[in-house]
């Protein structure tokens, strides 16, 4: 399944704001929101040497709005990932925020001269935003019994004078999102055909485009105990050549059992902005699906 992909601050160089991936900070947790202010500037035009009318002068600005948290109280020692951008539990979280700091608000030394901060490009999935941080606003929220600062929320405001509403590539930036392939009662549309109510896992597989003999990443996608007979009345196709190590169609309910009646026959780990469940056991009993819901 598709990792959910987490927001950047980027540097940006040249006249032609050549990205600097390399450099790129990733967030640890993605925004709840973002503001986007665009604003024009005014100018007052006498009339008649009386009255007063404002009038448009051709110059914008747009500024970006954004709450970051950072949180050191559990460390990040993820394989594949650079050690540069691991996390230390119990780490002193300015650390992590000062990089920001560092990167887009300390002005640029160039000879015996100080040039302007970089440039910050923030992009997350389809949206981009280019500009200058204006302000760098942080709060320290949490603290070890040693007095180290563990939590921080770094509000940040980007400005540019220019009017402007980026996008990437949405076929780049959107997510491979499964399709719903009919096991039973629903309609059929022209994309993907309808199966019957006993439907196994890979004609379903098939119904949807995909290799019947993918019928196991099928199963495990949806958490089903038997590919033979799905007790859910649509089945989540994943993606072709997704590497499931868990069901991203299924959502973990209240109940710490998930997927069967035996507790602890899926086990479902927390990671930086994801879940993913492993399967621990198989189940003997009929799989019971409470605690269980189809995006």
């Known amino acids: 399944m598709a990792d959910i992909e987490r927001a950047q601050l980027i540097p940006v160089s040249g006249s032609n704001d050549q990205p600097d991936t390399h450099d790129a900070i990733d967030v640890q947790f993605n925004p709840a929101s973002l503001k986007v202010a665009l604003s024009n500037t005014l100018k007052a035009n006498p009339r008649n040497g009386t009255s007063q009318a404002a009038q448009f002068v ?20 993820a394989q594949g990932e650079p ?34 901060p970089r440039r910050c490009l923030f992009q997350w999935g ?20 040693e007095g180290r600062p563990l939590r921080a929320t770094v509000s940040l405001k980007l400005s540019e004078d220019r009017y402007q509403f ?8 959107e997510r491979a999102t499964p399709r719903l392939t009919p096991t039973g009662g629903a309609a059929p549309d022209a994309d993907n055909p309808a199966a019957g109510s006993d439907t196994p896992v890979h004609e379903a597989s098939a119904a949807a485009g995909q290799d019947p003999r993918d019928w196991r990443e099928t199963a495990l996608y949806n958490g089903i105990e038997s ?6 009345s649509a089945l989540a196709v994943p993606p072709a050549g997704a590497a499931v190590t868990g069901g991203a169609a299924f959502r973990v309910g209240v109940s710490a059992s998930v997927g069967t009646g035996i507790g602890g026959a899926f086990a479902s780990t927390q990671t930086a902005g994801s879940m993913r469940a492993e399967v621990k056991t198989v189940a003997t009993s009929k799989p019971r699906l409470s605690g269980v819901g189809f995006d």
């Open 227 to 232: 590919p033979r007979l799905p007790a859910a």
């Open 58 to 77: 051709d110059k914008s600005s747009s500024t970006l709005s954004v709450e970051l948290i950072f949180d050191t109280t559990v460390g990040s020692d």
């Open 126 to 145: 389809a949206f981009e935003f280019l500009g200058l941080v204006q302000s760098f606003d942080e709060t320290l929220d949490f603290f070890s019994p």
């Open 83 to 116: 050690a540069s951008k691991r996390i230390e539990e119990g780490s002193d979280v300015r650390k992590l925020t000062g990089q920001i700091a560092e990167h887009f608000m300390k002005p640029v030394a160039a000879g015996d001269q100080l040039q302007a």
């Open 166 to 173: 980026r996008s990437r590539d949405i076929e780049q930036a």
